[in-house]
């Protein structure tokens, strides 16, 4: 039981990503990333936001406002996260990470340490109050390439990190803030709580 809510937990999330991850390769995954870190989004990442604010509407004044709302809260915390990659095969086990922000950049413990520098990240607010951010690093002695994306909603941040060496294959992961092991751990003692209380039922 554990092993198959294990498996349908990594379906879920990667079936989730699948979508995002194409959309990104077609909108920023690209040769138009400038050097400077930032990768060069499509124009309708961008979802502007519009509120009533002393009786007139300002979509350009609530997109600010959101916007900075949604780096304080990236920048309040280093992130630990949980990397697994894109075809569910944990390996030898869930690879851990942290990311730190500022206002403008964002670094990775783990890539730091693979020569990638701290980038530049572009940010996009949606309607609902989620956002998502993007950034391109590019490590300086073998010119490799790593793009990253992720999304916040719901007090979890979730993304994939698309590794483009210039030798080789390329390589997607897939992240969380949420330990998908411990996930199934829950879910496992749900499922089982569950059906020892049908059964008292009975």
């Given amino acids: 039981m554990r092993r198959k ?17 194409n959309v990104c390769h077609a909108a920023w995954w690209d040769d138009n990333a400038t050097e400077e870190g930032t990768a060069t989004p499509a124009k309708t990442s961008t979802i502007k936001r519009t509120v009533t604010m002393g009786g007139t509407a300002s979509s350009e004044e609530a997109k600010r406002i959101a916007e900075e709302a949604a780096r304080t809260s990236l920048k309040s915390k280093e992130w630990g996260i949980y990397l697994f990659a894109r075809d569910g095969k944990k390996g030898e086990g869930v690879e851990m990470d ?23 990240m572009g940010i996009f607010v949606a309607d609902n109050g989620s956002f998502s951010w993007e950034t391109m690093k590019t490590n300086p002695a073998t010119k490799d390439k790593v793009f ?7 007090n979890v941040m979730t993304g994939t990190i698309f590794m ?17 092991e411990t996930a199934v751990s829950a879910a496992a003692a749900t ?7 049908k059964k008292s039922k009975k």
């Fill in 164 to 180: 483009k060496p210039q030798k080789g294959q390329t390589t997607t992961l897939i992240f969380s803030t949420i330990n998908p």
């Fill in 148 to 154: 990253l994306r992720g999304e916040f909603k719901n």
């Fill in 98 to 120: 942290a990311l730190t922000f500022t206002d403008e950049t964002v670094s990775s413990r783990n890539l730091e340490a693979k020569g990638y520098p701290t980038s530049n």
């Fill in 5 to 21: 809510i294990l498996v349908l937990s990594y379906a879920a999330l990667i079936a989730a990503y699948i979508i995002s991850d």
């Fill in 191 to 197: 499922v089982a709580e569950t059906t020892t209380v």
